[in-house]
């Protein structure tokens, strides 16, 4: 495992050491005025700090042996749900509109993870899904589609 983890480390440093380099041509700007360069910059930057990060701790472990742990069929089954609820978010996000659709998503990624009561699921998921409309429609003007609510 830990010859994994330092082999995963060094491809994530060099891969981000690489986009930090070619985003190195896009103008930064502020933190008030972000330019093209301001997301690549940030997350590339905080990829490259993460990889460093397992790269120190993966190091700094013994090597451990471990057998392959293998994938219960239920954990398949959860799998397959989630894939399918992500892809089924995606054909119907312009249809239903972003808000409706990510409620949905919400409500079905938290049945097929796990099974809380559903009143837990209902508002765990209007929560998520106001929280991440008024962060983007509201606070970063982000045009989203509006679906059959009209919003």
């Known amino acids: 495992m830990r010859r994994a983890n330092i082999t995963v480390a060094l491809a994530l440093v060099s891969a981000s050491a690489f986009l930090l380099f070619e985003a190195g041509r896009f103008n ?21 700090l993460l990889s ?32 399918a609820t992500m892809i089924g978010f ?30 837990k699921v209902f508002t765990v998921a209007l929560v998520t899904a106001l929280a991440v409309y008024g962060l983007f429609a509201w606070l970063l003007s982000v045009p989203l589609p509006a679906g059959v609510l009209g919003f």
């Open 28 to 48: 930064f700007g502020t933190l008030r005025v972000p330019q093209t360069g301001f997301f690549p910059k940030t997350l590339v930057t905080l990829l490259l």
């Open 52 to 83: 460093l990060v397992l790269l120190v701790q993966a190091l700094r472990r013994k090597e451990t042996e471990r057998g392959s742990e293998k994938i219960a069929a239920d954990g398949w089954t959860r799998i397959a749900a989630t894939l």
């Open 90 to 119: 995606a054909l119907v996000l312009e249809w239903l509109g972003f808000l409706l659709s990510t409620f949905v998503l919400m409500v079905l990624l938290l049945r097929a993870i796990e099974a809380p009561r559903w009143s």
